[in-house]
């Protein structure tokens, strides 16, 4: 959202006139400590002010979520899905953390203290968010296996709030 800017909102607002653009962004969390452990920083305050302007200017927009993530609670985890609906996002969306091979969080996995799971048969309310075959993170020094299932509830929760803006 850092690079959003009043022009491009105005390109976004000038189509919006006979089509429909939606915006997507992906926060991922609003915690420092998460970001940091991800190595995603994002500036709140420019997010909520992004997020006032395409309110304003009554542009849709969806916002990505990660559950799972190093330092991660069940309650930073509600944090942020609040934060996405305080700030009147439209659609809220969050999947689990899955580690990729090759990528900085993953050479990290084992300092971070995360485990990691394929089997998404034991991931039960929230098989559709598994990918099959992709290892997801499942807990942490953080979170339990039960809270990580707790989150992907919630994860499954935002389809109820995402219906009403349709």
């Known amino acids: ?69 190093p330092r991660q609670t069940v309650a930073s985890f509600e944090e942020s899905i609040n934060f996405c609906k305080e700030q009147g996002v439209d659609r809220i969306h969050a999947f689990p953390l899955m580690l990729l091979r090759g990528t900085a969080l993953h050479e990290q996995k084992d300092d971070l203290g995360l485990k990691e799971s394929t089997d998404s048969k034991t991931f039960p309310g929230i098989e559709d968010r598994a990918q099959i075959d992709i290892p997801h993170v499942v807990s942490s020094p953080t979170f339990s296996f039960d809270e990580w299932l707790d989150m992907g509830r919630m994860a499954e929760d935002l389809k109820s709030y995402n219906a009403k803006s349709i």
């Open 1 to 69: 959202m850092e690079m959003v800017s009043a022009e491009f909102l105005d390109v976004v607002e000038e189509i919006n006139r006979n089509g429909k653009a939606v915006l997507e962004f992906g926060l991922q969390t609003v915690h420092r400590e998460e970001m940091k452990a991800i190595q995603r920083p994002n500036n709140l305050k420019k997010a909520r002010i992004v997020l006032a302007e395409t309110k304003r200017r009554k542009i849709e927009t969806d916002v990505s979520l990660i559950f799972g993530l």
